[in-house]
């Protein structure tokens, strides 16, 4: 199994953070469906304020570019990305790859 951890930040409107926090509740089954069909084993996001943290676990032969691409061509995808830029600080035409930064793991027990 392979990890990958990756952060983004929202906007800093409570508003928009728990309209953001109740999507989540409710993800689309097509965005669901196309997640696990790359490779991703679990996916989880955690809050603090507005900045998000999400750890990603997929099988070993995943290909972070490659599958992520292939993720992106999935029905709804586009669309739930779209959907979910304005709630994220970021460029609404960025694709998830910019939008997310991807981290680097400095220790581990």
């Known amino acids: 199994?392979?990890?990958?951890?990756?952060t983004l930040k929202l906007r800093n409107d409570e508003e928009?953070?728990?309209q953001y926090v109740k999507e989540h509740q409710?993800?689309?089954?097509?965005?669901?469906e196309g997640i696990k069909a790359?490779?991703?084993l679990d996916m989880q996001i955690y809050l603090?304020?507005?900045?998000?943290f999400m750890i990603v676990d997929t099988v070993d032969n995943f290909d972070w570019v490659k599958d992520n691409a292939r993720?992106?061509?999935?029905?709804?995808?586009?669309?739930w990305e779209a959907y979910m830029s304005r709630f994220?600080?970021?460029?609404?035409n960025a694709t998830s790859a910019e939008k997310w930064c991807l981290m680097e793991q400095i220790f581990k027990l």
Do not use: F
């Not at 199994?1 to 990756?6: T, V």
């Not at 409710?26 to 669901?32: G, H, L, Q």
């Not at 993720?71 to 669309?79: G, M």
């Not at 994220?88 to 609404?92: F, L, M, N, V, W």
């Open 88 to 92: 994220q600080q970021a460029d609404s």
């Open 1 to 6: 199994m392979k990890r990958y951890c990756q």
């Open 48 to 52: 603090h304020k507005n900045e998000l």
């Open 71 to 79: 993720l992106a061509t999935l029905p709804r995808q586009a669309e």
């Open 16 to 18: 928009l953070i728990r």
């Open 26 to 32: 409710n993800v689309w089954p097509e965005i669901k």
């Open 38 to 40: 790359v490779g991703i």
